[in-house]
Every structure is written in C-alpha cells, then in structure tokens.
Nanobody
Framework: QVQLVESGGGLVQAGGSLRLSCAAS????????MGWFRQAPGKEREFVAA????????YYADSVKGRFTISRDNPKNTVYLQMNSLKPEDTAVYYC?????????????????WGQGTQVTVSS
C-alpha cells in the first residue's frame, strides 16, 4: 500500500515557475515508477511525466517537454515536478501516481495508487 500526498500548487502568472512535490508513505517507494498526470475542467486526465524507479529514465508529454522536469529522491520518498515557463493551458489539477510496472507509463490505467491532487492555475 502506498499513500501519496501532493503539494506545491498555486496561482502563478504565465512565464512563471512552480515545483510540485509528492510525498509517499511506505518503505517500498523506491520500487515504484512514478508519474504526474493532470486534469483540466471538462477534459480527460492526461499524462504529464513519469520517472523510473531509480530516476534513470524520464518520460514527458510533448506539451511539457523542455519546460517541465520530473525527479525523485528515494531516501525522502518524494517525487517532484519542476514546472517552468508556465502557460495558461497548464492550468489543471495535478496528480501524482505510483505504478509497479514500467510498461505503458503514459496510461493512467497502469497506475495503482493516486494522490488527491493539487491545483495549478496559470493566469495570462
């Protein structure tokens, strides 16, 4: 069982930056692939970024590549999403998630555990 708690969301102007954190409970955090997803009002949840269990591989949606960076600190049981050059279209609730398998990391159905989400609002 893994419990995930996101933090770091807020209101920021376009062009600004935010860093999201996701704190995980449990001693097996380092065994999980971690991902970030987002959901804007009226839209489906979409993949943002994912990272392998040891941080050696990262995966990004084309819409955030070059602007967002995913990282993890296994001793601290935490995964991060650094978001730079934010755009109004990045406005959404951001969720972190944990997957035991490294296949299909872009698919939300691959993830077994989810956080409650944190709101990110980017004003123009």
């Amino acid at each position: 069982q893994v419990q995930l708690v996101e933090s770091g969301g807020g209101l920021v102007q376009a062009g600004g930056s935010l860093r999201l954190s996701c704190a995980a409970s449990g001693r097996t955090f380092s065994r999980y692939f971690m991902g970030w997803f987002r959901q804007a009002p009226g839209k489906e949840r979409e993949f943002v970024a994912a990272i392998s269990w040891n941080g050696g591989s990262q995966y990004y949606a084309d819409s955030v590549k070059g602007r967002f960076t995913i990282s993890r600190d296994n001793p601290k049981n935490t995964v991060y999403l650094q978001m730079n050059s934010l755009k109004p279209e990045d406005t959404a609730v951001y969720y972190c998630a944990a997957a035991s398998s490294g296949t299909y990391l872009r698919a939300s159905g691959n993830y077994q555990y989810w956080g409650q989400g944190t709101q990110v609002t980017v004003s123009s």
